[in-house]
């Protein structure tokens, strides 16, 4: 089955540099791949997705790149800020039915 | 607009005791519906999804059982918990046209 592969477990970066979360999928038919943000005791919530038919998506200062060939994607955040710090999941759909299969999560902490 | 609401937020149960978690999803008809389990400082476990009324899929075997008895509402049972248990319920909901997840405020629950 479908196995996600989400890296490093734990990142912390000082404010205003980049931070950059990286995954991995094996179902070469995945075709829809969000990401979450999750902060302390919270749901999880949607931040920014991608669709197999783009390479790059961005929103201010979020951006996910896709590589199909690899089967990898990375979330980038630029210009950190410390409410940026939370655990962060990236997903990737399975099956018919698109659910989704989640890695185990980044914790990252922005430091002022 | 769509909404989900589950509870109970928090319980604390003793071990081989009964549970009962409730999610109702509001404006929309015919959602897909999940269970996920997320294990203190872990990542999110799908437990269940179902496609419509009494169709429930298991995606772990364990001791959880999953219920859909009308449209917009999955129940979550346990008829004897374990310590193993413990976790952070999360209920979500997708539309069957749509790719993106949507999470509940999710149900802390812990097992003595």
């Known amino acids: 089955g479908e196995n996600v592969e989400q890296h490093p477990s734990t990142l912390s970066v000082q404010e205003g540099d980049s931070a950059v979360i990286k995954c991995t999928y094996s179902d070469s038919a995945s075709n829809y791949f969000p990401w979450y943000k999750q902060e302390l005791g919270k749901r999880p919530q949607l931040i920014i997705d991608i669709r197999s038919n783009v390479g790059e998506k961005k929103d201010q200062r979020i951006a996910v790149t896709l590589n199909k060939t690899a089967k990898h994607f990375s979330l980038h955040i630029t210009e950190t800020q410390p409410e940026d710090s939370a655990v962060y999941f990236c997903a990737a759909s399975i099956g018919s039915q698109g659910n989704l299969i989640f890695g185990k999560g980044t914790k990252l902490s922005v430091k002022p | 607009s769509q909404t989900i609401h589950q509870w109970p937020a928090t319980l604390v149960q003793p071990v081989g005791s009964p549970l009962s978690l409730e999610c109702t999803v509001e404006g929309t008809s015919n959602p897909n519906l999940y269970w996920y389990r997320q294990a203190a400082g872990r990542g999110l476990q799908l437990l269940f999804y179902?496609?419509?009324?009494?169709?429930i899929s298991s995606e772990v075997p364990q001791n959880l059982s999953a219920s859909r008895p009308q449209d917009r509402q999955f129940i979550l049972s346990s008829k004897k918990l374990l310590l193993s248990d413990s976790g952070f319920y999360l209920c979500a909901w997708r539309d069957h046209s749509g790719n993106t997840i949507y999470f509940g405020e999710g149900s802390w629950l812990t097992v003595v």
């Open positions: 179902s496609i419509g009324i009494d169709q």
